[in-house]
């Protein structure tokens, strides 16, 4: 065996950040000192290196000198940690109507996973997306007008359409907020979405964008414009986090880790 110095591209602030909760988590559930076999700050480090590099559990764990098993439950718990940071819903939105946000930007996302066991009523593969043609789980997102990934939804099926999960997790809400002076701009995927939910008019079908409206086809370029610094959100989260580009945990979980990498991501800057 050869051994060999690396570094951990991550904020130190951030593995101290994780450290904390860590350890305030062994406290509150009664963890006597030195019963652990990674103390909260190694801990950290071997969560961290499975959402920045993607690495297998089983190559964390060696390194970390503790078994697959012991690497999957520090994994576990470090990403429910995180993920219980995450803001709600309500908090969020009503901390962007206090800061003076003109508008936030709904979209969606598919983090891809492993093939696994499920079938819809017509016979098809439930985590299979037909549109984005893999396997993987539907994560509703909003962002700030200037990209800045803000909230994260539970994870649907990968063949739930986008407006069927933002129905579930986030329209309502959006609903109030919208009454209140704090609109939604989304894609063409949420057209029918309800009054304050700002999308595209589509074009009619076998015809040009010219067949709409001169003051129609403005609009949408003014929706577009405002929402593309929004597009980028998901891209960001995936790439800084790569264990977002795919998860090989079970897919029901995809929706904690998006919500730890958003926590991450909050500490990053």
Known sequence: ?????????V??????????????????????????????FRQAVLVLRWFRERGCVHCL???????????????????NVLADQAPGLHEILKVCQESGITHVILDG???????????????????????????GGNVQFLAAPDGTPLWVSEVE??????????????L?????AAAEGLPTLADKGYSGAGIG??????RPKVQTEQALH????????????????????????????RALQRVTLSPSRIGDIARAALVLNGNWK
């Open 1 to 9: 065996m050869v051994t060999y110095a690396a570094t951990l591209d």
């Open 11 to 40: 904020p130190r602030r951030i593995v101290e950040f994780l450290a904390r909760l860590l350890a305030t988590q062994r406290r509150r559930i009664g963890t006597p000192r030195g019963s652990r076999a990674l103390g909260p």
């Open 61 to 79: 764990a060696r390194d970390a000198g503790v078994s697959q098993a012991t690497g999957y439950r520090y994994l576990h718990k470090g990403i």
């Open 109 to 135: 996302t598919l983090i891809e996973c492993d093939r696994v066991a499920g079938v819809r009523e017509n016979g098809n593969d439930l985590w299979f997306s037909q549109k984005h043609k893999a396997f």
């Open 157 to 170: 099926p990968g063949s739930t359409p986008d407006i069927t999960a933002a129905r579930i997790y986030v």
């Open 172 to 176: 309502p809400t959006l609903y109030r």
């Open 197 to 202: 939910i700002h999308v595209p008019v589509r």
């Open 214 to 241: 001169a003051d129609t086809r403005t609009t949408n370029v003014l929706i577009r414009d405002l929402r593309a610094l929004g597009e980028r959100t998901a891209a960001e989260l995936k790439e800084r986090w």
